[in-house]
């Protein structure tokens, strides 16, 4: 499982393109705007194994997530 963390919708949506139509072995479980819907999702979804995330978002950056998401579950993969 995995979710995409992208503030432009376009770019959300070309990435879970691209994983949909080259990587079926994935399942896209969210999209998210911005590191904090994402962060709250996942603290209530341990199963997510992979984390695509933009660096530049409001709130809290992808790599600011990246961090708070290793001190909560270091056996997410992150890609950004």
């Known amino acids: 499982m995995l979710i995409i963390i992208d ?7 070309g990435i ?6 080259h990587s079926p072995g994935w399942e896209i479980d969210g999209l998210f705007e911005d590191g904090s819907l994402a962060l709250d999702y996942l603290q209530q979804h341990p199963e997510v194994n ?5 660096i530049r978002m409001p709130k809290f950056d ?3 997530l ?3 998401i ?3 579950n270091g056996t997410i993969l992150s890609l950004s």
Do not use: M, P
Not at 50 to 54: F, H, I, K, Q
């Open 50 to 54: 992979l984390v695509v995330t933009d």
């Open 66 to 68: 990246i961090s708070r």
């Open 62 to 64: 992808g790599l600011e």
């Open 70 to 72: 290793r001190k909560n």
């Open 7 to 13: 503030d432009e919708v376009q770019s959300r949506n």
């Open 16 to 21: 879970a393109e691209i994983f949909k139509n």
